[in-house]
T-cell receptor
Framework: GQSLEQPSEVTAVEGAIVQMNCTYQ??????LSWYQQHDGGAPTFLSY????GLEETGRFSSFLSRSDSYGYLLLQELQMKDSASYFC???????????FGKGTRLHILP | GAVVSQHPSRVICKSGTSVKIECRSL??????MFWYRQFPKQSLMLMAT?????????EQGVEKDKFLINHASLTLSTLTVTSAHPEDSSFYIC?????????????FGDGTRLSIL
């Protein structure tokens, strides 16, 4: 079967940095993506890693290590609006379905 | 701007009603679309893969006679929840692959919140 593991909840302080981890065991791997979802909303794409290393997009960075089947999403300069659920997702093949993790609920404290 | 449009955004109807949800790709052709379902405080669960011009591929445990998928054109896939019951109440989300865009595997619609009374 396919499994993606994420911590269920993380709490951080406004202005700080937070890292959310994702480990995966899947039958195939083409890339790891990250999505943000606010309550009642649809997932919003944040970042995608097909190769090892760090991808940076503004305050968001995502890291991938394929040998470790591991990735993380890093959020800097946290803002209250960053309070949301964050899902990692594995693309099994190019142009194929993606499998979502259970998500990490991020709580931001003022 | 949005590249995938999903309609309606919210549906409230009586038990036994069939509900159709549309997913459209805007300004691009999508040979493959996906339908997900999400219960409160849970992850997105893939229901089926919708392929233009052929039958949809359903995930294990998803009733194909209950959730009818039609992908009749390169820009439109529809999901029909037949004879909906309260347990079908959920958030349904579609996505599409933008061919050649390797930086983002799928583009999601805004979702449809279905409430069956």
């Amino acid at each position: 079967g396919q499994s993606l593991e994420q911590p269920s909840e993380v709490t951080a302080v406004e202005g700080a940095i937070v890292q959310m981890n994702c480990t995966y065991q899947t039958s195939g791997f083409y890339g790891l993506s990250w999505y943000q979802q606010h309550d009642g909303g649809a997932p919003t794409f944040l970042s995608y890693n097909a190769l090892d290393g760090l991808e940076e997009t503004g305050r968001f960075s995502s890291f991938l290590s394929r040998s470790d089947s591991y990735g993380y999403l890093l959020l800097q300069e946290l803002q209250m609006k960053d309070s949301a659920s964050y899902f990692c997702a594995v693309s099994l093949n190019r142009d194929d379905k993606i499998i979502f993790g259970k998500g990490t609920r991020l709580h931001i404290l003022p | 701007g949005a590249v995938v449009s999903q309609h309606p955004s919210r549906v409230i109807c009586k038990s036994g009603t069939s509900v159709k949800i549309e997913c459209r790709s805007l300004d691009f052709q999508a040979t493959t679309m996906f339908w997900y379902r999400q219960f409160p405080k849970q992850s997105l669960m893939l229901m089926a893969t919708s392929n233009e011009g052929s039958k949809a591929t359903y995930e294990q445990g998803v009733e194909k006679d209950k959730f009818l998928i039609n992908h009749a054109s390169l820009t439109l896939s529809t999901l029909t929840v037949t004879s909906a019951h309260p347990e079908d109440s959920s958030f349904y989300i579609c996505s599409a692959i933008l061919d050649g865009n390797s930086n983002q595997p799928q583009h999601f619609g805004d979702g449809t919140r279905l409430s069956i009374l």
